[in-house]
């Protein structure tokens, strides 16, 4: 079965600093990859799919962006984050192409 | 119109009761529907795909109902913890998943 990696777990970042989430996926190849945002009571907002290295489609603009550099790994970045970046960052796989599942998130505070 | 819509809840029920939760979606072409259960502060994890004949698992029932296009969980006997935010999930196509918002349930001793 497949797993999941996310890291960090949690972080406080100021503003204007840089950003780096990193997730691995075992388990599996060739799988499609996504970056999710979860802020304080709202849904999840998708932000970054890719279906392949080097591939990375967008979803919404913002100062962040996403990376592939290998099949199993997915990258969230961001050269200057905003207060508005704060919140719950999951990054999931989609799994036999229907059920999609998700890592153990991250809580970024930009403070 | 959002594609997904949840009532945010919350649902506070006694310990053994029956609650059900609907979620709407406005894509008629929606393909796949799931439920997934979240914890707080934790990723989302999923509770069970809703197939077209409806399916149970244990305390759970997921129906679909394509013609009004809603999606449902009932949960029987509601045990202390199943105390979470659950949400509802709809598939169009391969990459066009649409979260609801999440139904907080919290039951009470």
């Known amino acids: 079965s497949q797993t999941i990696h996310q890291w960090p777990a949690t972080l406080v970042q100021p503003v204007g600093s840089p950003l780096s989430l990193e997730c691995t996926v075992e388990g599996t190849s060739n799988p499609n990859l996504y970056w999710y945002r979860q802020a304080a009571g709202r849904g999840l907002q998708l932000l970054f799919y890719?279906?392949?290295?080097?591939?990375i489609s967008s979803e919404v603009p913002q100062n962040l962006s996403a990376s592939r550099p290998q099949d199993r790994q997915f990258i969230l970045s961001s050269k200057k984050l905003l207060l508005s970046d704060s919140g719950f960052y999951l990054c999931a796989c989609l799994h036999s192409g229907n059920t999609i599942y998700f890592g153990e998130g991250s809580w970024l505070t930009v403070v | 119109r959002k594609e997904v819509e949840q009532d945010p809840g919350p649902f506070n029920v006694p310990e053994g009761a029956t609650v059900a939760f609907n979620c709407t979606y406005s894509?008629?072409?929606?393909?796949?529907f799931f439920w997934y259960r979240q914890d707080c502060r934790k990723e989302p994890k999923l509770l069970m795909s809703?197939?077209?004949s409806g399916n149970e698992d244990g305390r759970f029932t997921a129906q679909l109902n394509r013609a009004s296009q809603y999606i449902s969980l009932l949960i029987r006997d509601s045990k202390l913890s199943d105390s979470a935010t659950y949400l509802c999930?709809?598939?169009?196509?391969?990459?066009?998943?649409?979260f609801g918002t999440g139904t907080r349930l919290t039951v009470i001793p």
């Open positions: 999930v709809v598939k169009v196509w391969a990459n066009n998943l649409f």
């Open positions: 894509n008629s072409a929606s393909q796949s």
């Open positions: 809703v197939y077209s």
């Open positions: 890719s279906v392949g290295i080097g591939q």
